[in-house]
């Protein structure tokens, strides 16, 4: 059974940093592309970042581009979002999901949310 389970989400204040987790199971992860996205309060979900199977990276928002990477971890099946510099506008439920191969396929699992607050 496909499971992504994410986490390190919290309240942080503006500045700050954070690294989100998106746990997998019922499947590799170094075979597909994993993406995160974000849903702030009122506006619509927006992709942030992708990682293909080849390790190759994909921005979906310009926002946060110089601030916020990706990156896989084989042995833990873990896809990580590292967040740096965060600002008020970063507030919003992350969520990780699973696409095929790469991230220009279609998304066949999300998980639940983990809610990022940056605040003073």
């Known amino acids: 059974q496909v499971q992504l389970v994410e986490s390190g989400g919290g309240l942080v204040q503006p500045g700050g940093s954070l690294r989100l987790s998106c746990a997998a199971s019922?499947?590799?992860?170094?075979?597909?592309?994993i993406g995160w996205f974000r849903q702030a309060p009122g506006k619509e979900r927006e992709g942030v970042l992708c990682?293909?199977?080849?390790?190759?990276?994909?921005y979906f928002a310009d926002s946060v581009k110089g601030r916020f990477t990706i990156s896989r971890d084989n042995v833990k099946n873990t896809v990580y979002l590292q967040m740096n510099s965060l600002k008020p506008e970063d507030t919003a439920v992350y969520h990780c999901?699973?696409?095929?191969?790469?991230?220009?396929?279609?998304?066949?699992?999300w998980g639940q949310g983990t809610q990022v607050t940056v605040s003073s």
């Open positions: 999901a699973l696409y095929g191969r790469s991230c220009s396929t279609g998304i066949g699992y």
């Open positions: 019922g499947f590799t992860v170094d075979y597909y592309a």
């Open positions: 990682i293909s199977s080849d390790d190759a990276a994909t």
